[in-house]
């Protein structure tokens, strides 16, 4: 069964400082990775989408990096700010003939940025 | 500007009584999706549109139907809402399978 577990859970963490969330999965087989920020009461936004030959991405303070062989994924936040404060979704897309249940999402890291 | 738009974005209904929720979309994407949302959870996919052509998933209670007459609008239906189908729905489209999603804001549903 294709899983993506993040962690932490929930992270809290000063204004300023840097952070890194956690990806494991077991999809297969792997067509592309991504990361969504969801606001509390809006819908997610794309960060940031990798494919298998690539390792490492990144959107301004954003930086995702990939690990295919140990399907592992890491979204590193630099300077964290208050607006970073937000759910961070790891999803994992499978190549499934094109049907859209080759995604799988994981449930989120609940990120509190402290002033 | 928004380019997924979904209203209302607070619905409250009864139980039971029918309730629909609507999505539309500036970015002429050919895919447009439904999920259900909880709590502290991931999004859970109902189901998608490819153009016109509908994809339910194996789980999604039959109480839950969608529309798609254009290109630009989707609608969700819920036939007879339980206490159990309160959650936040998001629509989301892209362009093909296997592209970013583009998700809009949402609509909380409210069963009283």
């Known amino acids: 069964k294709n899983q993506v577990e993040q962690s932490p859970q929930s992270l809290i963490i000063l204004e300023g400082k840097n952070c890194t969330l956690q990806c494991n999965y077991t999809v297969s087989p792997f067509s592309n990775l991504r990361w969504y920020k969801q606001d509390t009461g809006r819908g997610p936004v794309s960060l940031t989408i990798?494919?298998?030959?690539?390792n490492t991405k990144s959107n301004g303070r954003y930086t995702a990096t990939l690990d295919a062989d140990t399907k592992q994924s890491s979204l590193h936040i630099t300077a964290s700010q208050l607006s970073d404060s937000a759910s961070y979704i790891c999803v994992v897309s499978a190549h499934s003939g094109g049907g859209a249940d080759g995604l799988t999402f994981g449930k989120g890291t609940h990120l509190i940025i402290q002033p | 500007d928004a380019m997924v738009i979904q209203n209302p974005r607070y619905q409250v209904t009864q139980f039971g009584k029918p309730v629909t929720l609507s999505c539309s979309q500036t970015?002429?994407?050919?895919?447009m999706y439904w999920y259900q949302q909880k709590s502290s959870q991931a999004p859970k996919l109902l189901f998608h549109?490819?153009?016109?052509?509908?994809?339910n998933e194996a789980d999604t209670p039959d109480n839950f139907q969608s529309r798609r007459p254009n290109t630009s609008f989707c609608f969700l239906d819920i036939r007879s809402p339980g206490l159990g189908d309160a959650a936040m729905y998001l629509c989301?489209?892209?362009?093909?399978?296997?592209?970013?999603?583009?998700f809009g804001d949402g609509t909380r549903l409210s069963i009283l």
């Open positions: 989301a489209t892209n362009r093909d399978l296997n592209q970013p999603q583009h």
């Open positions: 990798m494919t298998f030959s690539e």
């Open positions: 970015l002429n994407h050919n895919v």
């Open positions: 549109y490819y153009d016109k052509d509908f994809n």
